[in-house]
């Protein structure tokens, strides 16, 4: 029966949506995944990181936000903002950007970031900074596509030591 159901009823279209408590393990879990996937899993990454597992209870902080893509109640990806410790005054840091292997180069990606971006202006800040590697060329890619421009060094104490590229944008 279900054949004869409009393909609009089968499918439940792509959303975003603020991240909620059940996500913690599916985001954990993409987020190790995309790391083995680009043999970035090391310590002082996001891999190792201890918030990587409870990603909802980080971003109760209400100068923060995060968005999950999911399709068909399946989890594709995330991306968020959070006021990193020691950041310059007005700047947030554009954290925890990841997508599985076949989400990406569909658009999703840019809609959280922008999801992500818009977010951030209304909450006051001026500035996203983010971490990366360069293992993640695309993503790097998408970034400067979306005006971030390279740093000399990292701002800010977020942990991740391991990062080798540092990108600022200003909003």
Not at 5 to 32: G, Y
């Amino acid at each position: 029966m279900s054949s004869l159901l409009p393909q609009s009823i089968k499918a439940m279209p792509l959303t975003t949506r603020p991240i909620q408590p059940t996500d913690n393990e599916p985001l954990a879990s993409l987020i190790r995944t995309v790391f083995r996937e680009f043999k970035i899993d090391k310590p002082g990454t996001v891999y190792t990181d201890p918030t990587t597992d409870a990603l909802y209870q980080l971003f109760q902080n209400p100068a923060s936000a995060y968005f999950v893509a999911e399709e068909d109640g399946v989890l594709l990806g995330g991306c968020g903002m959070y006021p990193t410790e020691g950041l310059p005054e007005g700047c947030a840091e554009l954290v925890k950007f990841y997508l599985a292997a076949d989400a990406r180069g569909k658009g999703i990606g840019n809609r959280l970031m922008e999801q992500s971006i818009k977010v951030a202006q209304e909450l006051g800040y001026k500035q996203l900074y983010l971490e990366s590697f360069p293992e993640l060329a695309r993503a790097v890619s998408m970034y400067e596509k979306a005006g971030f421009r390279p740093l000399p060094h990292a701002l800010g104490n977020s942990g991740h030591y391991a990062c080798t590229i540092w990108m600022l944008k200003e909003l």
